[in-house]
């Protein structure tokens, strides 16, 4: 299914409190204070933030809200955060600081319910669905959990339809293959995911140049596409990014 405008959502992941980038989820490097960055992208004319926490999970603590709150100060476009939210008390913290919307992922796969209670509770529009997915065939995808250590053995777009259905607003789909390459987005496993749910899908992993961001619209089906280093390195800035896709006649939020 396509929704309009297509959107550029920079992503920060914290450790530690600090923004990192990695490859294929392992060998960070330090990317600077998450407020300050998030202020930037903010400026820049990004249409929404992702923050991850992503050692929450497996460090088995709760999402650092306070940095939460200092970032949802400063910015005023849509925020998502994920990262160690296991109960709905989590999401409310997290909403109550400033966030929009929360990413959940291994609690999820643990108990897939949590998805309906919080969808229930807080409204489909507020739960995003985190599928960090790598293939293990031809056509074949698993969901990791614990920032790619563990493999569920879960097909990935099974997962999905099943997310959709127990109420997610939107799915985030990672490809491990590609995180952090620069080499482009698994465009066969978001078409895949998008063609079978009726909810927006956001793209993530891979993302080195502004065709791939345009090849992840018009290859991948996605709605958004998410992207760190390119844009936390200034290698791209969004503003040059947007007047691309136009130019290539893909619609997205003029800045």
Known sequence: ?????????????????RVVKGINFVGLRDAGDPVEVAKRYNDEGADEL??????ASHEGRDT??????????????????GGGIRQLGDIYSLLNVGCDKVSINSAAIKRPEFIEESAKRFGSQCIVVAIDAKRVSNGVWHVFTHGGRHDTGID?????????????????VTSMDADGT??????????TIADCVGIPLIASGGAGSMEHI?????LGRAD????????HFR???????KDYLLHENIPVRPM
């Open 1 to 17: 299914m396509d929704f309009f405008a297509k959107r550029i959502i920079p992503c920060l992941d914290v450790d530690r409190g």
């Open 50 to 55: 992702t923050f991850l926490d992503i050692g």
């Open 64 to 81: 650092i809200v306070d940095v939460v709150k200092e970032v949802a100060k400063e910015v005023f476009i849509p925020l998502t955060v």
């Open 156 to 172: 990935a777009i099974s997962w999905a339809k099943e997310a959709w259905d127990r109420g997610a607003g939107e799915l985030l």
């Open 182 to 191: 620069k080499a482009g987005f698994d465009n066969l496993l978001n078409k």
């Open 214 to 218: 345009k090849e992840a619209f018009t």
């Open 224 to 231: 958004a596409a998410l992207a760190a280093s390119i844009f």
């Open 235 to 241: 290698e791209i800035a969004i503003g040059e990014l």
